[in-house]
Every structure is written in structure tokens, then in C-alpha cells.
């Protein structure tokens, strides 16, 4: 079974406008870690943002927000006010705690974001 | 600030071919793993290290060798190039669980290797 999925290849939004990009995942560890990352054309991996299985509230960072639903097993990443600069492809991970595999992280096959003027 | 680097940044081999794709890391990080990026298929592991001379086999390790005798350093090794391991590499580091989950992985900037 996959350990994430994101079940967007592709996603369009229109400029200024808030958009929602899809994780779920698959573990039986009672800690784990959920992280999202950007990867634009130039083909770095750029860290978005953090939560933790135990984190009660959403986490924020700026104009990104990470809709948790534990009980859903589902880590959904949202954008507000899309830019341009957000056409990119996103990867949901998850980071395991396994004592005795050294955590390892799992990515999901990502979803291209296009941003529309 | 050099965070991850990788080396070289493009490649091409001939099939049957050995190479070895350098890794180093300044943060002090534990964690060290390498990563093959195909499309539509996400980031797959290939091996990672928790720590200088600990490493262990991801999901795609076959074809590849791996060792890390330094914190800083953690090359990854093609023995014998297929065309098959045509691909974009990542290398990443990040601190080990035992300082939080919350450690996310910091990455190279990537290689990209064709096998001819």
C-alpha cells in the first residue's frame, strides 16, 4: 500500500485565489511527522511547512495552512491568495518514527499547480 | 550557507559505466538519504544513513552502493549504469527523530544523470 497519496496530477487556479492540494496517508505509528514541499521548475525542493501527528491545531506558515484530519489520515495543504510564483509541483511526505529505521520519509507522487493570471 | 551539496550536476554515462555521485552536508545533520526522482512517481529512496557507518537499503536500492564514514559525507555509487537509472538525484540531510518529528529533510539541488 502507498504510504501518501496525492491523488491531483494536476491542478489549475486563478490568480488571488485560494486552492487546496490532496494527501492522504498510511501509517500505524502513533508519532509521525507530515511535511508539504515546493519544487518549481528550477527543480530545487523547497520545505512548506509541518505537522506533527500529535499537533492539535493546524499548522500555519504565511499564506500556507495544512488542513489535518487525523482521524481521516489526511494532511490536505492549502494556499491562499495564489501567486504566480506558486506554479510549481508539491510533494506531501510523511517522516515516520520508527526507532530502529531511522525515520524514514515517504513522498507522495506530487501535484502540478498552475496558477492562471 | 552551503546547506547540501551535490556534484556533480549533470552526467552522462555509457551503459556498464560506474560512477560516483558526491554528497556533503555542513549542518551536522545524522540523517543522510539519496533519492531518485522519475516522473510521475514522486521521490523514491533509494539508501539512507542514520549516522557514519550505519546505512540501510530504501525502496529502490539495487544497482546502488552506499557508505558513510563521515557525518558530512554520504556519496552514492552506481556500480555498473543501466539505462534504467537515467533519472534526477537527490541527496537530502536532516537531524535524526531523537531531536523531534518536526526535522524536515534538507535537499541538494539535484543531479541529473542519463545513461546512454
Known amino acids: 500500500a502507498q504510504k501518501i497519496t496525492q491523488t491531483q496530477p494536476g491542478m489549475f487556479v486563478q490568480e488571488k485565489e485560494a486552492v487546496t492540494l490532496d494527501c492522504t496517508y498510511d501509517t500505524s505509528d502513533q508519532s509521525y511527522g507530515l511535511f508539504w514541499y515546493k519544487q518549481p521548475s528550477s527543480g530545487e525542493m523547497i520545505f512548506l511547512i509541518y505537522?506533527?501527528?500529535?499537533?492539535?491545531q493546524n499548522a500555519t506558515e504565511g499564506r500556507y495552512s495544512l488542513n489535518f484530519q487525523k482521524a481521516r489520515k489526511s494532511a490536505n495543504l492549502v494556499i491562499s491568495a495564489s501567486q504566480l510564483g506558486d506554479s510549481a509541483m508539491y510533494f506531501c511526505?510523511?517522516?515516520?518514527?520508527?526507532?530502529?529505521?531511522?525515520?524514514?520519509?515517504?513522498f507522495g507522487t506530487g501535484t502540478s499547480l498552475t496558477v492562471i493570471p | 550557507n552551503a546547506g547540501v551539496t551535490q556534484t556533480p550536476k549533470f552526467q552522462v554515462l555509457k551503459t556498464g559505466q560506474s560512477m560516483t555521485l558526491q554528497c556533503a552536508q555542513d549542518m551536522n545533520h545524522e540523517y543522510m538519504s539519496w533519492y531518485r526522482q522519475d516522473p510521475g512517481m514522486g521521490l523514491r529512496l533509494i539508501h539512507y544513513?542514520?549516522?557514519?557507518?550505519?546505512?540501510d537499503q530504501g525502496e529502490v536500492p539495487n544497482g546502488y552502493n552506499v557508505s558513510r564514514s563521515t557525518t558530512e559525507d554520504f556519496p552514492l555509487r552506481l556500480l555498473s549504469a543501466a539505462p534504467s537509472q537515467t533519472s534526477v538525484y537527490f541527496c537530502a540531510s536532516s537531524y535524526s527523530s531523537t531531536r523531534g518529528d518536526n526535522q524536515p529533510q534538507h535537499f541538494g539541488d539535484g543531479t541529473r544523470l542519463s545513461i546512454l
Open positions: 544513513s542514520v549516522g557514519a557507518g550505519i546505512t
Open positions: 511526505a510523511m517522516r515516520e518514527g520508527k526507532e530502529n529505521t531511522g525515520n524514514q520519509f515517504y
Open positions: 505537522q506533527g501527528s500529535y499537533d492539535e
